[in-house]
């Protein structure tokens, strides 16, 4: 097995080259579009339910 080489981090550096991928932007609008319903969902369906479990208990 050979040593590996001595190279200082300015020429290590050259070949790394590290790139985001952009999110498109409807993949935002789907996300967006879940947490308004997430939303939505829980102040129509789960807090009402709360407040009646809340007043009268099983």
């Known amino acids: 097995?050979?040593?590996?080489?001595?190279?200082?981090?300015?020429v290590e550096?050259?070949?790394h080259q590290y790139t985001g991928?952009?999110?498109p932007w409807y993949v935002r609008?789907?996300?967006l579009a879940f947490w308004?319903?997430?939303?939505?969902?829980?102040?129509k369906?789960?807090?009402p339910a709360?407040?009646?479990e809340l007043v009268s208990p099983p």
């Open 1 to 10: 097995m050979t040593a590996p080489e001595q190279t200082s981090v300015e």
């Open 13 to 15: 550096s050259r070949y």
């Open 21 to 23: 991928n952009e999110i």
């Open 29 to 31: 609008v789907i996300w």
């Open 36 to 43: 308004i319903f997430i939303i939505a969902y829980t102040v």
């Open 45 to 47: 369906f789960l807090f």
């Open 50 to 52: 709360v407040q009646v």
